[in-house]
């Protein structure tokens, strides 16, 4: 079955330490974006990318870092630089033009 | 300003009642508006999405869409108890402009039996 698979699905982190986070589709999708969820909060975009080695900033890029060597796979990397990273991570996907964007199961990061 | 912008919530209606949430957005060059569900700890689901001015209806649900106000709707007809969730509003640029997805903070929807 095509889809987007993110992992782990629980991750703790001790202050100071780089984590990343996997994502990977076989949608055969280009574009891929990395959100931030807060409680009671919104997405917030952290990174894009549109096709492979290209990748934009979002709203909130500070203290994290992203690579796109292959289509199906998009890390996110939260450095020790990110001083509130306990969040829920979401990756996305979609096809080229207008259509919507299909999510992963999300990882729910924790810095204890 | 925000990209997006939804009024927060949380909303309640009783069960049979019609839900209105409500969406604008900045970005007068957005070709695609989408709105998500989300229940408390899931991943967002699509409900609509709606790229041309007027209403599209699936179901219970209406969306609508002004390009010239900048504005998108969700109504929900015969709201159940079930319907309680997050409303997401997207919006997407053109694929030459970045493309990229942006989302409202979310409106709390809670349908009361």
């Known amino acids: 079955d095509g889809g987007i698979t993110q992992s782990p699905k629980y991750l703790f982190r001790k202050e100071g330490q780089n984590v990343t986070l996997s994502c990977e589709q076989n949608l055969n999708h280009d574009a891929m974006y990395w959100y931030r969820q807060d409680p009671g909060q919104g997405l917030r975009l952290i990174y894009y990318?549109?096709?492979?080695?290209?990748?934009q900033k979002g709203d909130i890029a500070e203290g994290y870092s992203v690579s796109r060597e292959k289509k199906e796979s998009f890390p996110l990397t939260v450095t020790s630089a990110q001083k509130n990273p306990t969040a829920f991570y979401l990756c996305?996907?979609?096809?080229?033009?207008?259509?919507?964007?299909?999510f992963g199961q999300g990882t729910r990061l924790t810095v204890v | 300003q925000k990209e997006v912008e939804q009024n927060s919530g949380p909303l309640s209606v009783p069960e049979g009642a019609i839900a209105s949430l409500n969406c604008t957005y900045s970005d007068r060059g957005s070709q695609s508006f989408f709105w998500y569900r989300q229940y408390s700890g899931k991943s967002p689901e699509l409900i609509m999405f709606?790229?041309?001015?007027g209403d599209k209806e699936d179901g219970r649900f209406t969306a609508q869409l002004n390009k010239a106000s900048q504005y998108v709707s969700l109504l929900i007809r015969d709201s159940q108890p079930s319907d309680s969730a997050t409303y997401l509003c997207a919006v997407r640029a053109l694929y030459n402009q970045g493309g990229k997805l942006i989302f409202g903070q979310g409106t709390e929807l809670s349908v009361k039996p």
């Open positions: 990318s549109q096709i492979v080695n290209d990748f």
């Open positions: 996305a996907s979609t096809k080229p033009g207008a259509t919507e964007a299909f």
């Open positions: 709606i790229y041309s001015n």
